[in-house]
């Protein structure tokens, strides 16, 4: 720690934490939790006790505290001098920050009733804190497995970001890209490699969005939920051509093909027919791939017969992982 004699500066705390100058000043000015000693009376430096108690604070705003409650408990976390560890929290505070751990704000997020980890993940994601959104990703795919984390923390907290983008002009658009290429990163951490020799040996899974579809998300996880079941996959992201879907198609010979639409502008219905008729193989015994629609701009009308449409990563995973165990599909026979 550089500076120790005087204390760090707002600046230097700020780049240790992961946060924004201007939220430390905020929480000062709002919630008490500044330094205990000014240089000239003016210019904040903050000794290793302050610190500890913007590192509780931080903590626990994470974890869905609301800020009030979380400052009041970070309070006493303040070390004085001479002491080495925090100061018990006094009974008086235990029941307030066990009702400040239920369902509370999200920093304005519209979120509605979710999973406490939302609110974290929500109020982390709006102060641009990256350190806390990335550990809490881990954390609650460690914790809860892929299959929860997304559709019952990831998505939700999307979902909501997105909600308020949408109703905030060109308001937090810097949050969801922040929000987005953190999910990006955990999904991509959480996928492990599958099993030694296994996948070379099956056809893959084909995941595309389709010609005009930049929502790539949910495929993502969808991606890493195949690879933690051993299952081959080709991912191919945003916005792929018909035609280069319908070249990799012809080339890979997929057992499944996933075609993402988040709207109902951008399913192309026309599309999904055509890969569901491709057919690949030697004479006599070609095979066709499973088209799965997945997301919600396929909704609103009935899907072709044999179009599998989920509702969810879960569902999906199920569709695709009973197509590689069913004797003569299209996975088997590969």
């Known amino acids: 720690m550089s500076d120790t004699a005087h204390g760090l500066t707002t600046g230097a705390v700020a780049r240790r934490l992961g946060v924004s100058p201007t939220t430390l000043r905020s929480w000062d000015r709002r919630y008490g939790i500044g330094p205990a000693a000014r240089e000239d009376g003016r210019h904040r430096r903050w000794a290793p006790g302050d610190v500890a108690a913007l590192e509780e604070m931080c903590r626990l705003t994470a974890s869905g505290v609301p800020p009030a409650e979380a400052a009041r408990a970070a309070r006493v976390t303040r070390i004085a001098p001479g002491e080495r560890t925090p100061e018990p929290l006094p009974p008086e505070d235990a029941e307030p920050l066990r009702r400040a751990r239920q369902p509370g704000s999200g920093n304005g ?15 982390a994601a709006v102060r641009l804190d990256s350190p806390t959104v990335d550990a809490l990703l881990r954390e609650v795919v460690a914790e809860h497995g892929l299959v929860t984390a997304w559709e019952e923390v990831m998505a939700p907290t999307l979902h909501a970001v997105g909600r308020k983008w949408e109703s905030s002009g060109d308001r937090y658009v810097e949050v969801e890209h922040l929000l987005s290429w953190h999910v990006s990163t955990a999904l991509r ?56 879907l319908d070249a990799a198609v012809r080339r890979m010979g997929p057992a499944a093909v996933v075609l993402w639409s988040q709207a109902r502008s951008t399913a192309h219905h026309a599309l999904a027919g055509h890969v569901a008729a491709s057919s690949f193989g030697v004479k006599g015994a070609r095979t066709r791939p499973l088209v799965v629609l997945a997301g919600p701009g396929w909704a609103g009308r009935t899907p072709a017969p044999g179009m599998p449409r989920p509702t969810g990563l879960r569902e999906a995973l199920t569709v695709l992982s009973r197509l590689y165990a069913e004797p003569g599909s299209p996975a088997t026979a590969g």
């Open 109 to 123: 997020l519209p979120l509605g009733d979710v999973r406490r980890e939302c609110r974290g993940l929500a109020r």
């Open 189 to 244: 951490q959480a996928a492990p490699s599958g099993p030694p020799g296994r996948t070379d040996s099956l056809p893959p899974v084909l995941l595309a969005c389709v010609p005009g579809e930049q929502h790539t998300l949910p495929l993502e996880a969808l991606t890493a939920g195949l690879a933690e079941l051993g299952l081959p996959t080709r991912m191919f992201g945003a916005a792929v051509p018909a035609e280069a």
